[in-house]
């Protein structure tokens, strides 16, 4: 329903900091509650942050919170993830993810509508 394309990945510096992109295109594309997941090699993919169609709440994992900081903007149909303060742990590959409930980004398992194919993070020491 909601096509999810990601980029600004690359490699920096632990401390560095690094802006992911997620464009989403689809007619009720506006309306979906967004988030950005990431997994490790050999890790489970997990949600790194999310939020609301409207803007109105923000959810964190507690390994980024206050470092990582969620945004979209409406107009241009974007989703944003300002990453600060990296570490070598925050390695692993982005993925961009729309969901109709926020409930649904958030639960374990996630189920997501939509996934985008991800964009390589990689953080030195």
């Known amino acids: 329903q909601v096509q999810l394309v990601e980029s600004g990945g690359g490699l920096v510096q632990a401390g560095g900091s690094l802006r992911l992109s997620c464009a989403a295109s689809?007619?009720?594309?506006?309306?979906?509650?967004m988030g950005w997941f990431r997994q490790a090699p050999g890790k489970e993919r997990e949600l790194v942050a999310a939020?609301?169609?409207?803007?109105?709440?923000?959810v964190y994992a507690d390994s980024v919170k206050g470092r990582f900081t969620i945004s979209r903007d409406a107009a241009r149909n974007t989703m944003y993830l300002q990453m600060t303060s990296l570490k070598p742990e925050d390695t692993a590959v982005y993925y961009c993810?729309?969901?109709?409930?926020?409930?649904?980004?958030?639960?374990?398992?996630?189920?997501?509508?939509?996934w985008g194919q991800g964009t390589q993070v990689t953080v030195s020491s």
């Open positions: 939020v609301t169609w409207s803007g109105d709440r923000t």
């Open positions: 993810a729309a969901a109709e409930r926020m409930e649904l980004m958030t639960s374990i398992p996630p189920r997501t509508n939509s």
């Open positions: 689809g007619r009720m594309s506006k309306y979906y509650n």
